[in-house]
């Protein structure tokens, strides 16, 4: 049984949360999201196949998981970790968190998030 087999499995029960991920293209994903495996955003992204990297396994250390937060249900207050990354990253904005840095918790139901860019573009020149 698959990652996305296990999670459809348990997607009648009651911890599980909606979220929302608009890719780079501007499609919105309706995604069901389980709190009760210790996923954080960037593996909900890689289970449903879109198109984040998380080059470093979750540790905070590549910003391949950049996203930009579109809704209020995540402080947007970073780690020491997580901040000295995204300094080093392309395209961050006031909004920018790393994916693997947001567990999946309750409090998350209706989160709306956007994909950032995956690298630099003409202006970051």
Same mark, same amino acid.
Do not use: G, P, T, Y
């Given at each position: 049984m698959g990652l996305m087999d296990l999670i459809k499995s348990f997607s009648m029960e009651s911890n599980f949360v909606k979220i929302i991920i608009i890719d780079r293209l501007g499609k919105e994903h309706h995604l069901e999201a389980p709190t009760d495996m210790n996923m954080n955003l960037m593996e909900l992204c890689k289970s449903y196949e879109l198109p984040v990297e998380g080059t470093c396994g979750g540790m905070a250390m590549c910003a391949s998981c950049q996203i930009y937060i579109e809704s209020n249900h995540v402080s947007l207050e970073?780690?020491? =970790? @997580?901040?000295?990354?995204? =300094? @080093?990253?392309?395209?961050?904005? @006031?909004n920018s968190r790393l994916g693997c840095q947001i567990k999946l918790t309750t409090q998350l139901n209706g989160l709306i998030v956007k994909l950032a860019p995956e690298t630099a573009t003409d202006e970051d020149w």
């Open positions: 970073r780690s020491k =970790d @997580e901040q000295a990354m995204l =300094d @080093e990253a392309w395209n961050v904005q @006031e």
